[in-house]
Structures are given as structure tokens and as C-alpha cells.
């Protein structure tokens, strides 16, 4: 099967690279506006291409990517060849191991998921053929759960994923206090049944978001070793980008499930339309009723329902 086109590609830039690059899009006929965060944003039929100020960096989105890249980008800016070439460049992402991701964290409704692939270099040439990438890029749920359907009919595929529901959630973040030392422990509970799966398998990566000790603790509590690497952007990565779309799909599901079940859109994310729904679930089904929904322990919570909800307390900086 022949790889999709690009929709987006982002590679880091040199502070000469980014002149180099401007001069070229003005040469080459993009028309140019401002946009918050970038140093300079610029279009062209249906190609954007965007230099964030923080890296810096470009993100290119829309149609005509790969031509721009092999063409243009890569030989003139970048100075070497890149797309196409990933196994060269990322051999590490071609070898066995395991990959974390979760969804759901940073929303008010619905249940935090965390979810894990095993790959090898059959599985991540297969994701490549196929366009896996980081969740948070994909905005179609129709999109998100066609992919997630090839990632479990993949040959060889190992995966996981645990969906902790708003009620069980509540609980546990009462008992472990904050939301890094309940992200280690489930972590750990995926790592663990991918093991039970791969137990050869050398190393699991995941993003950043924690001292990697809260997960060896939480693992070596039930006698697994495993080397546990962790890294910012490690969505780039085939194995995290495939669980983060397992993560993703299983997230929405519930939210579409529940928000049948109760008349009611469960939306993403914390806003004003979440806090409507919040207090007409409140008014239906009492304050108890929003911990069967949501994590009670986000602001919202407390705004909503102030004399059941207690204010959430500063956050601490967290050090080793």
C-alpha cells in the first residue's frame, strides 16, 4: 500500500535556516501574514508554512508537503534528505519496544485512558505506510478510529489500553494525591500486560511527564524490569503515536456513550459550554452525581458546585 500524502510535517531550524527559508518562500510566490507565536507565517495555495518562534521550528500543513520537502526544503534549507529516510535518521523507532500515551487528562469530562503498542521494524514500517501520527494532529474521530482499526489488525501487533472511568478516577486521585504519581501507576498497569504479552521486549518509551521513578516503583512492586525511557515529543515516535490514537479512540467512545445514556454532549477540554453541561448534570442527578462524569478535582468542579467541591489547592513545584 502506497503511503498517503503528508498533511503536516514540522522539522527544527537553525536561525540561519529560518532566513534562508523566508527568502525562499518570498521567491517562491507565498504571500505572508502574521500569526501569534511565529516568526513569520506564510501561504501558497493550499500549502502553509508556519516558523514558530519557540524552537524555532516549521510546521508545514496542507496539500503539496512532500513535493515542497523532496523539492525544496530538504535540499535547499535543510541540507539533507529526511522524509523517506526515517529509519536512517530514527533507527531507535525501528526497534522493539514499547510505547506509552494517554488522553483524557486535561479534560473535565469522561475518563483518563492510557494505552500502549508493542513495535518492531515490520509494525513501524507498516505505521509509516499508513500515515500513524500523534493524536492531538488528527482532528476527525471518523479518521482517529479507522486508524486505530488498522493498529489492532496489524500482524504482530501487541497493545493495551486502560480506561480509568471519571468514579474509579476520583478515587484514585484521592488516594495517590496528584495527578503524576496516578499517571505512574497506570503506566506501569500497561507496561505490565504488554510484558505479559512481549515479555523479551527491551524498553518502553513514553512522554515526559514525570520522575520515571513513580513508574519503576510502581513496576518493581510487582517484580518487572524493563529499561523506561522517557522524553518530551515522544509522539514522534510510531509506537507512542499509536497508542495515543488507541488512547484517543477509547476516550471519545466513552464521552459519545455516556453522553447518549444522559441526554447530554460531553464535550473536551474545560470551557463554557462544559460548564453548562456540568451544572445541568449537577441539577439532575446532585453534585455526587458529577463524580459518575467527570474529575471532580479540576477547578470546575469547585466553581460548580462550591459547597460540595473543595477548591483545588496550589500546585507545588514538583522536585526530586
Request: neutral net charge.
Amino acid at each position: 500500500m502506497p503511503a498517503p500524502p503528508l498533511t503536516t510535517y514540522t522539522a527544527p531550524l537553525s536561525g540561519e535556516q529560518v532566513t534562508a527559508l523566508r527568502k525562499l518562500l518570498e521567491s517562491s510566490g507565498f504571500e505572508f501574514s502574521s500569526k501569534p507565536y511565529t516568526i513569520y507565517f506564510a501561504q501558497k495555495n493550499k500549502l502553509s508554512v508556519a516558523v514558530y518562534e519557540k524552537g524555532p521550528k516549521v510546521l508545514l500543513q496542507g496539500k503539496g508537503i512532500d513535493d515542497f520537502v523532496s523539492f525544496e526544503l530538504e535540499p535547499k534549507i535543510l541540507g539533507e534528505a529526511r522524509l523517506g529516510y526515517e529509519e536512517v535518521h530514527s533507527p531507535e523507532m525501528f526497534e522493539p519496544h514499547f510505547g506509552i500515551d494517554e488522553s483524557g487528562k486535561g479534560d473535565f469530562f469522561g475518563p483518563l485512558v492510557i494505552a500502549g503498542t508493542f513495535t518492531d521494524g515490520a509494525i513501524a514500517r507498516t505505521f509509516l505506510e499508513n500515515g500513524i501520527q500523534d493524536s492531538k494532529r488528527i482532528g476527525s474521530d471518523a479518521k482517529i478510529r479507522a486508524l486505530a482499526k488498522m493498529i489492532r489488525q496489524t500482524p504482530g501487533i501487541a497493545l493495551d489500553v486502560v480506561q480509568i472511568g471519571p468514579e474509579r478516577y476520583n478515587d484514585l486521585y484521592e488516594k495517590f494525591g496528584n495527578l503524576n504519581s496516578l499517571l505512574g501507576w497506570g503506566h506501569a498497569r500497561v507496561i505490565e500486560n504488554l510484558l505479559a504479552q512481549k515479555p523479551d521486549c527491551p524498553r518502553a518509551l513514553s512522554d515526559k511527564f514525570a520522575d520515571a521513578r513513580v513508574i519503576e516503583k510502581a513496576l518493581l512492586q510487582h517484580g518487572q524490569h524493563i529499561h523506561l525511557e522517557q522524553r518530551t515529543k515522544a509522539e514522534s515516535d510510531f509506537a507512542v503515536a499509536a497508542a495515543s490514537i488507541l488512547a484517543r479512540e477509547s476516550f471519545i467512545d466513552w464521552l459519545e456513550r455516556n453522553g447518549k445514556r444522559i441526554g447530554l454532549t460531553l464535550g473536551r477540554g474545560v470551557s463554557a459550554t462544559i460548564k453548562e453541561t456540568a451544572r445541568k448534570i449537577v441539577a439532575s442527578e446532585g453534585p455526587e452525581g458529577l463524580r459518575r462524569f467527570a474529575k471532580v478535582h479540576f477547578r470546575t468542579a469547585h466553581e460548580i458546585a462550591p459547597d460540595h467541591f473543595a477548591a483545588p489547592a496550589p500546585q507545588r513545584e514538583w522536585r526530586k
